[in-house]
């Protein structure tokens, strides 16, 4: 198993989000998380790659538990890549120097070999020329395209997306979709928080609807999409289709 | 010209430019100091350690609560009483002004890390960088961009208050110039180049923060 989550609470104070998780995501997989907003599908992301404090219960990443206070918890994200909603580019940094800092930094590796690895990713995200300016002057859709280049900068295992489209004007969303469904492509072990429906059923091999800190149903897309079982799951897709 | 060179304004330049050069040079290695224990105090401002958020906490409010003629005096006299020592008036001098706009930088240095947006830290960390490389590749260089209108800001105030130490007869810029009107009784003329030197470096300053500011802006 890429992830393995075992019986996962987290809560914010008092707040209870998330109320015992139990997921399995292999390797290779597209797993997609669907829906409404407070159900905790985000905080359930973060908590992949501890960005969120574990509050109880076991995160695996390839074996290694994320709960082991003895887990060095920087290797493990360093094979975890991670979208945000609001890109988080590095402002006072290029284009380039975004995508370079972590092998740079991270791994190590000599500034022009970094640089000459970035190129190829530039290229796959559609961004070839604009290796030299700053993320200001890149539209939302660009920018989100560099976000997922930086992360693959670190040739991650497993990549995280949380909500990637959901600050993206509607006609930009096509081409950050499009450089997603290449890497599910790849064979890129894929875990996506998302609100489009149609790149869900389409691209995910397995779909998660949550709902009040828990996973409510989970299914291939044809089943959970064309003959969701929860009430609540059909109650979700009734609005949102 | 001789009506030019020999009026007080002109005479007492002598004088000024001679108390100008302390008061820089006060204001200058004061504010390097100054800058050195803004940083640490704060950050440890930031520190979720209670105790280093604590003993920060009471260093920034006991300089910003109390005046600095009594901080310079403190620093003068009471310590100098306190440990049978005389420290030297210029040293005394620097150790105000860093310990006095230290206070000040460190809650500049805290607003400006603290202002910076939660998901660059969580970007940085999340392609493997650790806490102090986050905080020295992302978080600071951003941070630092936005401490220089503040900074520039308290280098004005700081060059200001270099003028209290008159009161220990520091040769800086106004003793100086009281210096000049106590032997010739010209105060006025004194007075006046006096606040025409303050103002060739304050206000060439506060006009090159407010272009800096607005290019920030954007």
Request: proline share 4%; with cysteine; charged share 20%.
């Amino acid at each position: 198993m890429m992830i393995s989550v075992r019986d996962l609470h987290k809560s914010f104070g008092s707040v209870e989000v998330l109320k015992g998780i139990d997921a399995e995501i292999k390797e290779q997989e597209v797993v997609c998380v669907i829906g409404p907003s407070g159900s905790g599908k985000s905080t359930f992301l973060r908590c992949l790659n501890l960005l969120e404090e574990v509050t109880s219960g076991e995160v695996y990443i390839e074996g290694d538990n994320l709960t082991d206070p003895k887990i060095n918890i920087n290797e493990v994200r360093s094979r975890v890549g991670m979208v945000f909603q609001h890109f988080n580019l590095f402002p006072h940094r290029t284009v380039l120097e975004n995508i370079t800092l972590g092998p740079i930094k991270v791994k190590g590796i000599k500034k022009k070999d970094a640089e000459e690895a970035a190129l190829p990713l530039l290229e796959k995200v559609g961004l070839s020329d604009k290796a030299d300016v700053y993320p200001e002057s890149l539209s939302g859709g660009q920018k989100q395209r560099v976000a997922i280049a930086r992360s693959l900068a670190m040739e991650p295992r497993i990549m995280l997306f949380d909500e990637p489209t959901s600050a993206l004007d509607p006609e930009l969303v096509g081409d950050v979709l499009e450089v997603m469904k290449d890497l599910a492509k790849e064979g890129m072990t894929m875990v996506v928080v998302t609100h489009e429906m149609g790149f869900a059923r389409e691209v995910g091999d397995r779909v998660l609807f949550m709902d009040e800190g828990v996973i409510m149903e989970e299914d291939v897309p044809e089943n959970l999409f064309g003959n969701p079982q929860n009430p609540r799951t059909q109650e979700f897709l009734s609005k949102v289709l | 010209m001789d009506f030019i060179t020999e009026s007080h304004y002109y005479r007492v330049m002598p004088m000024l430019f001679e108390g100008l050069v302390w008061t820089l040079l006060i204001t200058g290695v004061g504010l390097i100091f100054g800058f050195i224990l803004g940083a640490i105090f704060g950050f440890a401002r930031l520190s979720k350690n209670k105790l280093i958020y604590g003993l920060a906490t009471v260093y920034v409010e006991v300089v910003r609560g109390t005046p600095i003629l009594a901080q310079i005096l403190f620093i003068y006299f009471g310590l100098s009483d306190l440990m049978g020592v005389n420290i030297d008036k210029i040293t005394a001098s620097i150790i105000a002004i860093a310990i006095n706009a230290g206070a000040y930088i460190a809650e500049i240095v805290r607003g400006a890390v603290y202002s910076i947006d939660k998901g660059q830290d969580e970007a940085g960390r999340s392609i493997g960088l650790t806490r102090n490389q986050t905080m020295r590749y992302i978080i600071w260089p951003q941070a630092f961009r936005r401490m220089i209108p503040p900074l520039g800001n308290q280098f004005v105030i700081s060059l200001k208050d270099t003028s209290l130490f008159s009161v220990i007869a520091v040769g800086e810029l106004l003793y100086m110039g009281q210096q000049y009107y106590g032997a010739t009784f010209a105060a006025f003329e004194a007075l006046t180049m006096v606040c025409i030197m303050y103002l060739v470096i304050t206000v060439p300053t506060a006009v090159y923060l407010r272009r800096v500011e607005r290019r920030l802006d954007v």
